[in-house]
């Protein structure tokens, strides 16, 4: 998180920035047009702060008090108090106050209040509070956001409708979707996507199950009242001669049934190594009642939909009878019907 810490002493260097310029008139003023290279290079010159425009051109950076229709600069637009409509910059758009419309920057848009619009910046959307979308290469951070978060890493959040990250999201209520290539944190997500979920109303258990493989797999799984992820690993022990050590990924999701019976359906990804004849690799639906004994034990098993790719001679034989089949030149891709059982145990 080193770069949270730079960015948040970068953000703070900004704000001073802003309110450094004081204002010296006590009523507003409205110029149609401000044109310039840098604070105080303009057509509004060392009063800029004072003024709020309609339309402003910087090449380098601007300043100003507020923005009501379009701003563009190549660097920089510094509004010390609202913003409307469009700011368009090469680096950062900070706005000391609110923001109502779309602001677009190469670096990063820094919203001191609320944003209602549209914030994408190449790195970072930090805001007090967001209303709409937010696109971030790296990290959207807001108090509370009631539209769509969109981060190449992370989405920070105290309230949220939907966060989307390529790494993580955090927040503490999410009403709706967290979509992450790795883990989502909550205090009540219902809807969690992701390989590992750590939310405080949610569920998260360790297991261990056998497919018709004989492949068995140490499981945990992790998520809301609804989804769920599931990572595991464990070993092949269908043939002692030959060491096949498995890897498992997936997405499950509980349906209950009545009090102490549900129907866990997942989907998920298996493969099947020796580390030197090849991976054999296998799709699965499953669909698991499954029977709670207690307040944390849970048995279950059910049928499973399968597909298989290998390459051939490998020594992946494991099933006889398939639905579908195929031997090409070099790989192996069959469908079969297969089952699995296991245990697992709340914690």
Not at 65 to 76: D, Y
């Amino acid at each position: 998180m080193k770069n949270l810490s730079i960015t948040r002493k970068f953000t703070c260097a900004i704000f001073l920035l802003i309110t450094s310029f004081n204002s010296f008139a006590q009523t507003d003023t409205i110029r149609p047009v401000h044109i310039g290279l840098t604070y105080p290079v303009s057509s509004n010159g060392l009063k800029a702060a004072q003024y709020t425009n309609r339309f402003s051109l910087h090449a380098i950076a601007g300043l100003s008090k507020n923005e009501t229709a379009l701003t563009i600069a190549g660097a920089a637009n510094i509004i010390k108090q609202d913003a409307r409509g469009v700011q368009i910059a090469g680096l950062l758009n900070a706005i000391g106050n609110s923001a109502s419309g779309t602001q677009i920057a190469g670096f990063a848009n820094i919203i001191r209040k609320d944003a209602s619009g549209a914030q994408i910046a190449g790195f970072l959307n930090l805001s007090g509070s967001s209303e709409a979308v937010q696109v971030a290469g790296f990290s959207n951070i807001t108090g509370n956001s009631k539209g769509l978060q969109v981060a190449g890493f992370l989405n920070k959040s105290k309230n949220a409708n939907a966060q989307v990250a390529g790494f993580m999201n955090i927040a503490k209520n999410v009403k709706g979707v967290q979509v992450a290539g790795f883990m989502n944190i909550a205090d009540s997500s219902d809807y969690p996507v992701a390989l590992i979920n750590f939310i405080k109303n949610g569920e998260k258990s360790v297991g261990i199950s056998v497919d018709e493989s004989l492949t068995s797999i140490t499981t945990f799984r992790s998520g809301g009242r609804v989804l769920y992820g599931i990572v595991g690993v464990g070993y092949n022990f269908n043939d002692g001669d030959k060491s096949f050590y498995a890897l498992e990924a997936g997405l499950g999701a509980h349906i209950p049934v009545v009090r102490n019976f549900r129907v866990n359906a997942e989907i998920v990804n298996q493969t099947l190594s020796d580390f030197k004849k090849g991976d054999y690799l296998k799709n699965t639906i499953r669909i698991l009642p499954a029977c709670r004994l207690g307040n944390r034990l849970e048995i279950f098993a059910g049928p499973t939909v399968n597909y298989v790719r290998y390459s051939q001679d490998k020594g992946f034989d494991f099933i006889d009878d398939y639905i579908w089949s195929k031997n090409g030149s070099r790989n192996f891709q069959g469908i079969f019907v297969g089952f699995n059982a296991g245990i697992q145990v709340k914690i």
